[in-house]
């Protein structure tokens, strides 16, 4: 049995070279040594040296190298210091699902999504064995755009993430926002989210402003219209962070979000389709660029990110999919990009 570890700290790289040679079937490990020669040949030793006695610090940074599949395989049954180290708080500070999406067709009734059977099994065995594993030391949770939860995967989440700080959830056709918010009133350290757009946002943001009380980051991966800025105004005036990149943008919604959120310090409309809606009949215009008004008004952010070239090819894809992000029609892992580094995955 061979692992190659990678670690940062070259001594404990050294002192599992013992271990890292080829075994025997009783679990010895051979080591050269000088003990004699026999027939002008040097002898070797057989020292027992089994896998299990490895160090467990060692053992851990050898998992921290393993992807959520390899980790709950069944390496944590091999014997009770695997299953040890497969328990460390380390390996558990983030549970990364953007590697499993949903077998899934669309359909024309909500929630407009139909998930595959099998699809929905593995992903409720995942998280058996993940929150197992995990017990309860997960502060970063993150879903793949296209993976798919229901309201009893989440509620069974929810309930053994209770330190939860971080969540990465885009897709939630499948919750209803009694679910949500109820996971909400689990997560009082809750303080980033990455959502979807969605048709009804006062309950899940007032969700939030009475649950969690640390809450300052927030990414909204769809169209933001006046009623969405209206809300975040309402029940999170001290958010710290906003994201609204590829995304259908309002102007009027902008402009109150800059005018009303005081506390604001980061805001993200990087290829946004800014929408300009005039007095009727008019129709509504795509902005080519930001007018000076709004740039004196974020001129007091700390940070103010913006891209709105006709040459940037993230700006070419939110124009040709209509500020509907089609992600999946891009290289994997795309949509994880944001240009706010505590919001990136």
Not at 267 to 280: A, Q, V
Request: glycine share 4%; charged share 25%.
């Amino acid at each position: 049995m061979m692992f190659r570890a990678r670690t940062e700290q070259s001594s404990l790289l050294e002192e599992s070279q013992d271990y890292l040679c080829p075994l025997r079937l009783d679990g010895a490990v051979k080591l050269s040594g000088d003990s004699g020669k026999f027939g002008g040949m040097e002898e070797s030793t057989i020292v027992s040296r089994r896998w299990e006695d490895l160090d467990t610090d060692i053992l851990v940074k050898i998992f921290q190298c393993l992807h959520i599949y390899q980790l709950t395989s069944g390496i944590a049954h091999v014997c009770s210091s695997w299953r040890k180290a497969c328990y460390d708080p380390l390996l558990w500070k983030t549970l990364d699902l953007s590697v499993m999406r949903s077998d899934f067709i669309k359909i024309r009734l909500e929630p407009y999504v139909y998930v595959d059977a099998h699809s929905e099994r593995k992903l409720t065995r995942l998280l058996k064995t993940s929150l197992s594993l995990s017990q309860g030391n997960i502060q970063t949770l993150i879903f793949h755009f296209n993976l798919y939860v229901n309201d009893e995967q989440l509620t069974y989440t929810a309930e053994r993430c209770p330190r939860l700080q971080r969540l990465v959830m885009p897709a939630w056709n499948r919750i209803k926002n009694t679910e949500i918010c109820k996971a909400f009133r689990i997560w009082k350290d809750l303080e980033s989210l990455t959502m979807p757009s969605i048709a009804n946002p006062p309950c899940i943001m007032e969700g939030i402003a009475n649950n969690c009380k640390n809450f300052s980051e927030l990414k909204v991966m769809g169209p933001f219209d006046n009623s969405f800025a209206a809300t975040i105004i309402k029940y999170l005036p001290k958010i710290r962070v906003l994201s609204l990149r590829c995304s259908i943008l309002l102007k009027d919604a902008l402009i109150s979000i800059l005018d009303n959120l005081q506390n604001l310090e980061v805001l993200n409309i990087s290829h946004c389709l800014l929408i300009e809606i005039p007095p009727h009949p008019s129709p509504r215009k795509v902005m080519r660029e930001l007018d000076q008004s709004i740039v004196e008004k974020a001129s007091r952010l700390r940070e103010f990110v913006t891209c709105m070239k006709d040459s940037c090819i993230m700006c070419q894809h939110t124009r040709n999919d209509e500020g509907l992000m089609r992600w999946y029609k891009y290289e994997d892992g795309l949509w994880k990009v944001d240009e706010v580094s505590s919001l990136s995955l």
